[in-house]
């Protein structure tokens, strides 16, 4: 397979910055591997692939946690949102919001599907990371039956078993620790507005670099938490009563510190050109 030479976009009017990216070569990245619960602990069908709950060993192994009357994931403190039906639900607006915005479920499909086009010896494989409500993946699975498609976030998605395509498989998982059990294994990585859970991007990207076949595809896509005026410039961070000041802004801005006090890269993709033309790995990346 040929390298591909790949594209950027932006779309400024929804905030969403988007990258597309060809993999060079793999490099060796070590991280900490995975610790999964015992294979009775976890109910699942037979038919289908294991899951694997990744637990840091420092918490007690309850995948949500209550607080101010929200769950939120107990694997990764540094991701502020809550994992409940309300932002669930939150997500898929989310997700159909985009689905329209960008005309299907990603960017350049005429860069994306020649990788998603099965043969007699091959069959596509597809990874969401912070796959949220599940709703990307099952999309996926149902728009590509012939493909694998695995999403993984922090929490289980709410949704009915039943409705699971037969080529779909979740795992719950905290992907700064390790996805090396899916070493050279994807021909398309997608991640959308999960960044903001990456402790360390730049190292991330090694890590994703891992799963990667040689020659495939990644798309990323996150938004600008920032808040701009209807010249699209940024407001300014004033002090109440004085001009230009927005309590919009402020709460947005109180929001951001909050995140980063956390450990959370809120403007990660601010720095992801820089990050990847830093990675040997990447290479044809424009903006």
């Not at 997700?95 to 479920?105: A, P, Q, V, W």
């Amino acid at each position: 397979m040929g390298l591909p030479s790949s594209l950027a976009d932006e779309h400024s009017s929804e905030m969403m910055n988007d990258m597309h990216l060809g993999l060079k070569e793999r490099d060796t990245f070590t991280r900490r591997p995975p610790i999964s619960l015992p294979s009775d602990e976890i109910s699942i069908s037979s038919s289908r692939p294991p899951f694997v709950y990744t637990l840091d060993p420092s918490v007690d192994g309850h995948l949500l946690r209550d607080l101010h009357g929200r769950s939120y994931n107990s694997i990764n403190q540094a991701y502020l949102l809550p994992a409940d039906d309300a932002e669930q639900d939150r997500l898929d607006v989310q997700h159909r919001s985009l689905y329209h915005f960008i005309g299907g479920l990603f960017p350049w499909p005429k860069r994306v599907e020649p990788y998603l086009v099965p043969s007699n010896t091959h069959r596509p494989a597809i990874l969401d990371i912070g796959t949220g409500s599940g709703t990307w993946v099952l999309d996926m699975g149902k728009a590509y039956p012939h493909a694998d498609v695995v999403g993984i976030d922090l929490v289980p998605p709410l949704i009915d078993v039943q409705f699971i395509p037969e080529n779909y498989r979740f795992e719950i998982d905290d992907v700064n620790l390790s996805m090396m059990h899916y070493a050279s294994t994807f021909d398309f990585v997608h991640m959308r507005a999960a960044d903001s859970g990456i402790h360390d991007f730049g190292s991330f990207l090694y890590n994703v670099a891992q799963v990667l076949k040689p020659g495939a595809e990644m798309v990323l896509s996150s938004g600008d938490c920032k808040v701009y005026n209807e010249q699209r410039q940024l407001f300014p961070s004033t002090g109440e009563g004085t001009p230009g000041f927005s309590w919009f802004n402020k709460y947005f801005s109180a929001f951001i510190d909050t995140w980063r006090q956390k450990g959370s890269v809120v403007d990660a993709q601010l720095h992801w050109e820089r990050w990847l033309r830093a990675n040997p790995n990447f290479e044809d990346i424009k903006l």
